[in-house]
Protein backbone atom coordinates (compact mmCIF):
# COMPACT_ATOMS: atom_id res chain seq x y z
CA UNK A 1 0.00 0.00 0.00
CA UNK A 2 1.54 3.38 -1.07
CA UNK A 3 0.75 6.08 1.26
CA UNK A 4 0.77 9.96 0.86
CA UNK A 5 4.43 11.51 1.76
CA UNK A 6 3.34 13.26 5.37
CA UNK A 7 1.86 9.77 6.23
CA UNK A 8 4.26 7.58 5.17
CA UNK A 9 7.06 9.88 6.68
CA UNK A 10 5.25 9.77 10.16
CA UNK A 11 5.34 6.01 10.11
CA UNK A 12 9.03 5.89 8.99
CA UNK A 13 9.10 8.04 12.56
CA UNK A 14 6.82 5.87 14.51
CA UNK A 15 9.31 2.86 13.32
CA UNK A 16 12.41 4.56 14.73
CA UNK A 17 10.76 4.14 18.15
CA UNK A 18 11.87 1.02 20.40
CA UNK A 19 9.52 -1.72 20.19
CA UNK A 20 8.02 -0.35 17.16
CA UNK A 21 7.58 -2.41 14.10
CA UNK A 22 6.68 -1.58 10.72
CA UNK A 23 3.04 -2.46 11.62
CA UNK A 24 2.68 -1.23 14.96
CA UNK A 25 4.13 2.00 13.26
CA UNK A 26 1.11 2.00 10.86
CA UNK A 27 -1.29 1.43 13.87
CA UNK A 28 -0.01 4.27 15.48
CA UNK A 29 -0.20 6.65 12.71
CA UNK A 30 -3.49 5.98 11.92
CA UNK A 31 -4.13 6.66 15.10
CA UNK A 32 -3.15 9.71 15.15
CA UNK A 33 -4.24 10.84 12.10
CA UNK A 34 -7.88 9.97 13.64
CA UNK A 35 -7.57 11.79 16.76
CA UNK A 36 -9.22 15.21 17.01
CA UNK A 37 -7.34 17.94 16.67
CA UNK A 38 -7.39 19.02 20.28
CA UNK A 39 -5.84 15.35 21.13
CA UNK A 40 -2.96 15.69 18.64
CA UNK A 41 -1.97 19.21 19.54
CA UNK A 42 -2.27 17.45 23.79
CA UNK A 43 0.26 15.23 22.64
CA UNK A 44 2.49 17.60 20.38
CA UNK A 45 2.66 19.83 23.19
CA UNK A 46 3.80 17.03 25.61
CA UNK A 47 6.48 15.92 23.65
CA UNK A 48 7.37 19.33 23.05
CA UNK A 49 7.32 20.03 26.84
CA UNK A 50 9.62 16.77 27.66
CA UNK A 51 12.45 17.69 25.03
CA UNK A 52 12.28 21.72 26.77
CA UNK A 53 12.05 20.63 30.42
CA UNK A 54 13.37 17.43 31.08
CA UNK A 55 17.15 16.93 31.58
CA UNK A 56 19.01 14.42 33.75
CA UNK A 57 19.91 14.87 37.49
CA UNK A 58 23.22 16.21 38.53
CA UNK A 59 23.59 13.51 41.11
CA UNK A 60 22.37 10.54 39.92
CA UNK A 61 21.93 10.73 36.06
CA UNK A 62 18.01 9.77 36.62
CA UNK A 63 15.57 11.50 34.30
CA UNK A 64 14.11 14.80 36.06
CA UNK A 65 12.66 18.42 35.24
CA UNK A 66 14.89 19.83 38.12
CA UNK A 67 18.62 20.31 39.47
CA UNK A 68 18.18 16.90 41.19
CA UNK A 69 15.50 14.26 40.78
CA UNK A 70 12.75 13.46 43.77
CA UNK A 71 15.03 10.38 44.89
CA UNK A 72 18.30 12.13 45.10
CA UNK A 73 16.20 15.14 47.20
CA UNK A 74 14.00 12.69 49.45
CA UNK A 75 15.84 12.96 52.70
CA UNK A 76 13.73 10.04 54.12
CA UNK A 77 15.93 7.84 52.22
CA UNK A 78 19.48 5.79 52.78
CA UNK A 79 21.94 8.01 50.83
CA UNK A 80 24.27 4.97 51.98
CA UNK A 81 22.72 2.74 49.62
CA UNK A 82 23.32 3.36 46.44
CA UNK A 83 21.71 1.05 43.19
CA UNK A 84 23.64 1.44 40.36
CA UNK A 85 21.13 0.87 36.74
CA UNK A 86 21.68 0.67 33.30
CA UNK A 87 18.70 3.26 32.52
CA UNK A 88 16.31 5.49 34.61
CA UNK A 89 13.47 2.45 33.04
CA UNK A 90 15.06 0.60 35.84
CA UNK A 91 14.81 2.80 38.58
CA UNK A 92 10.79 2.91 37.79
CA UNK A 93 10.51 -0.89 38.05
CA UNK A 94 12.52 -1.33 41.39
CA UNK A 95 10.52 1.66 42.48
CA UNK A 96 7.77 -0.63 41.68
CA UNK A 97 8.64 -3.04 44.66
CA UNK A 98 8.18 -0.34 47.16
CA UNK A 99 11.43 -2.59 48.96
CA UNK A 100 13.84 -0.44 47.70
CA UNK A 101 14.79 2.80 50.36
CA UNK A 102 18.20 3.95 49.03
CA UNK A 103 19.33 6.04 46.11
CA UNK A 104 20.58 5.08 42.52
CA UNK A 105 23.03 5.58 40.36
CA UNK A 106 21.78 5.30 36.45
CA UNK A 107 25.03 4.20 34.02
CA UNK A 108 22.98 5.90 30.84
CA UNK A 109 23.62 2.35 29.12
CA UNK A 110 25.75 -0.75 29.53
CA UNK A 111 29.11 -1.81 28.22
CA UNK A 112 29.17 -3.13 24.68
CA UNK A 113 32.54 -2.84 22.92
CA UNK A 114 30.69 -4.38 19.80
CA UNK A 115 28.42 -1.38 19.50
CA UNK A 116 31.26 1.39 20.94
CA UNK A 117 30.27 1.50 24.10
CA UNK A 118 32.85 1.97 26.60
CA UNK A 119 33.36 3.03 30.00
CA UNK A 120 34.22 6.37 29.16
CA UNK A 121 30.74 6.20 27.52
CA UNK A 122 29.23 5.77 30.83
CA UNK A 123 28.55 7.43 34.19
CA UNK A 124 31.21 5.52 35.71
CA UNK A 125 33.41 8.24 36.70
CA UNK A 126 30.40 10.19 38.09
CA UNK A 127 29.70 7.09 40.53
CA UNK A 128 33.12 6.65 41.16
CA UNK A 129 33.66 10.78 42.14
CA UNK A 130 30.43 9.85 44.10
CA UNK A 131 32.28 6.94 46.04
CA UNK A 132 35.14 9.33 46.75
CA UNK A 133 32.73 12.45 47.99
CA UNK A 134 29.72 10.62 49.71
CA UNK A 135 29.48 8.66 53.12
CA UNK A 136 28.32 5.05 50.94
CA UNK A 137 28.47 2.16 52.72
CA UNK A 138 26.87 -0.39 50.28
CA UNK A 139 26.79 -0.41 46.01
CA UNK A 140 23.82 -2.26 44.61
CA UNK A 141 24.91 -3.35 41.22
CA UNK A 142 21.65 -3.66 39.40
CA UNK A 143 22.76 -4.10 35.93
CA UNK A 144 20.80 -6.38 33.36
CA UNK A 145 21.18 -10.43 33.79
CA UNK A 146 22.42 -10.41 30.46
CA UNK A 147 25.97 -10.65 28.70
CA UNK A 148 26.68 -6.81 28.29
CA UNK A 149 25.09 -5.95 32.18
CA UNK A 150 27.49 -9.01 33.84
CA UNK A 151 30.38 -7.40 32.04
CA UNK A 152 29.48 -4.30 33.34
CA UNK A 153 29.00 -5.17 36.71
CA UNK A 154 32.08 -7.08 36.66
CA UNK A 155 33.91 -3.86 35.49
CA UNK A 156 32.57 -2.09 38.25
CA UNK A 157 33.75 -4.39 40.94
CA UNK A 158 37.02 -4.28 39.83
CA UNK A 159 36.93 -0.20 40.22
CA UNK A 160 34.81 -0.26 43.44
CA UNK A 161 36.00 -2.96 45.59
CA UNK A 162 39.73 -0.61 46.40
CA UNK A 163 37.77 1.85 47.85
CA UNK A 164 36.58 0.17 50.55
CA UNK A 165 32.87 0.00 49.76
CA UNK A 166 31.04 -3.14 50.08
CA UNK A 167 29.54 -3.94 46.66
CA UNK A 168 26.74 -6.44 45.88
CA UNK A 169 24.64 -7.83 43.09
CA UNK A 170 21.43 -8.18 43.29
CA UNK A 171 19.94 -11.93 42.98
CA UNK A 172 19.37 -13.53 40.03
CA UNK A 173 15.71 -14.18 40.31
CA UNK A 174 15.49 -12.27 37.09
CA UNK A 175 15.37 -14.58 33.81
CA UNK A 176 18.80 -14.27 32.28
CA UNK A 177 18.57 -12.07 29.39
CA UNK A 178 15.51 -10.03 30.34
CA UNK A 179 15.04 -6.52 31.58
CA UNK A 180 14.31 -4.79 34.68
CA UNK A 181 11.31 -3.29 33.32
CA UNK A 182 9.90 -6.32 32.39
CA UNK A 183 10.10 -7.56 35.57
CA UNK A 184 7.20 -7.96 38.35
CA UNK A 185 7.03 -6.60 41.52
CA UNK A 186 7.37 -10.17 43.62
CA UNK A 187 10.36 -11.02 41.23
CA UNK A 188 12.31 -7.60 41.74
CA UNK A 189 11.46 -8.01 45.87
CA UNK A 190 13.48 -11.57 45.73
CA UNK A 191 16.08 -10.21 43.35
CA UNK A 192 16.84 -7.09 46.08
CA UNK A 193 16.27 -9.59 49.56
CA UNK A 194 18.91 -12.12 47.88
CA UNK A 195 21.28 -9.75 46.34
CA UNK A 196 25.21 -11.08 47.31
CA UNK A 197 28.51 -9.43 47.99
CA UNK A 198 31.18 -9.37 45.53
Known sequence: ????????????ELNKM???????????ALYILRLPEEEAERIREAIKVVKEKMTYCSVCFNITDNNLCSVCEDKRRDHSLVCVVEEARDILALEKSGEY??????????????EGINPEDLRIKELLMRIKKEEIKEIILATNPNLEGEATAMYLVKLIKPSGVKVSRIAHGLPVGSSLDYADEVTLIKAMEGRREM
Do not use: C, D, T
Request: positive net charge.
Open 101 to 114: KGIYHVLQGALNPL
Open 18 to 28: PGIGPKSAQRL
Open 1 to 12: MLYAKPFAKLVE
